[in-house]
């Protein structure tokens, strides 16, 4: 019994110490300085912009209501959460039980930034919905849309839609 115990406090440990060796940290702040020269005072105001073309009723987004929390450029390797600086400035708005006419104003928008330079990329997600979208410039600039169907209740179906810039420098 003590070997398998051994084994298992070996087996852990090596698995843990795999883990830490996996997270890929991000670029610094000074890196983003260096190779794009994007700060956040510059990417906000693109990102309020785009927002406002995607979203299906008029909008308007100030540039103090584009965050950057919870949307840092590095992983701690710690916790796994995403930290920053760098940051990724972004916008997101929700609607609950959203029409089908907003659904297809949206989804009209979205593939309308396609004359603005942004391609849509293929879906990641399992579900395959096809509202879940991402259309990225070759900047580094998203757009994208996505909606959640929790458990079968349609009266509580959420569609958000979100503008987000790359990484950018404080």
Not at 7 to 34: F, M, N, R, W, Y
Not at 112 to 136: C, H, I, W
Not at 160 to 165: K, L
Request: charged content about 20%.
């Amino acid at each position: 019994m003590k070997t398998a115990k051994t084994a298992l406090v070996a087996l852990t440990t090596a698995t843990l110490a795999g883990c830490g060796s996996l997270v890929h940290e991000g670029p610094t702040d000074q890196q983003i300085k260096d190779r794009t020269g994007l700060t956040v005072a510059e990417a906000s105001p693109i990102v309020a912009h785009n927002f406002g073309l995607i979203w299906p009723e008029p909008v308007s987004v100030g540039i103090s209501d584009v965050t950057t929390a919870g949307t840092g450029c590095r992983t701690n390797p710690n916790s796994l959460r995403s930290e920053g600086p760098p940051w990724r400035p972004r916008y997101v708005m929700e609607e609950v039980n959203p029409s089908q006419e907003f659904i297809d104003r949206a989804m009209t928008n979205l593939e309308a930034m396609t004359t603005r330079g942004f391609t849509l990329e293929p879906s990641q997600r399992p579900d395959k919905d096809p509202v879940n979208r991402v259309y990225r410039d070759s900047r580094g600039y998203t757009v994208s849309s996505f909606r959640l169907l929790p458990g079968g209740d349609p009266t509580d179906v959420r569609f958000s839609m979100t503008a987000s810039a790359p990484c950018a420098a404080e």
